[in-house]
Nanobody, 120 residues
Framework: QVQLVESGGGLVQAGGSLRLSCAASGSMFGIDDMGWYRQAPGKQRELVASITTGGSTNYADSVKGRFTISRDNAKNTRYLQMNSLKPEDTAVYYC??????????????WGTGTSVTVSS
């Protein structure tokens, strides 16, 4: 059974930094895209950043230049370094991963979410 384990959220002052991590475990044939969405109170969930196993990255315009996503393929882990945090970054951050548990059987898995609160 595939699981995504998240860590690294918390409370930080504006201008500060946090690093999120997301580790995939279980029986996996392959992993492709991994990343984070976030959802702030009263708002829709939005893509924050993603990275493929090959290293291609994608960022929301609102976080470009401040957030960096990276990967450790050997550990099936992705990291989101968040710098220069702003109060508007406050949200629950959800890790996701596109994983195949057998050839040609891909599914998107989700973590349970980690809260990030940025105080002004």
């Amino acid at each position: 059974q595939v699981q995504l384990v998240e860590s690294g959220g918390g409370l930080v002052q504006a201008g500060g930094s946090l690093r999120l991590s997301c580790a995939a475990s279980g029986s996996m044939f392959g992993i492709d895209d991994m990343g984070w969405y976030r959802q702030a109170p009263g708002k829709q969930r939005e893509l924050v950043a993603s990275i493929t196993t090959g290293g291609s990255t994608n960022y929301a315009d609102s976080v470009k230049g401040r957030f960096t996503i990276s990967r450790d393929n050997a550990k099936n882990t992705r990291y989101l370094q968040m710098n220069s945090l702003k109060p508007e970054d406050t949200a629950v951050y959800y890790c996701y991963a596109d994983i195949a548990t057998e050839p040609s059987t891909w599914m998107r898995y989700w973590g349970t979410g980690t809260s990030v609160t940025v105080s002004s």
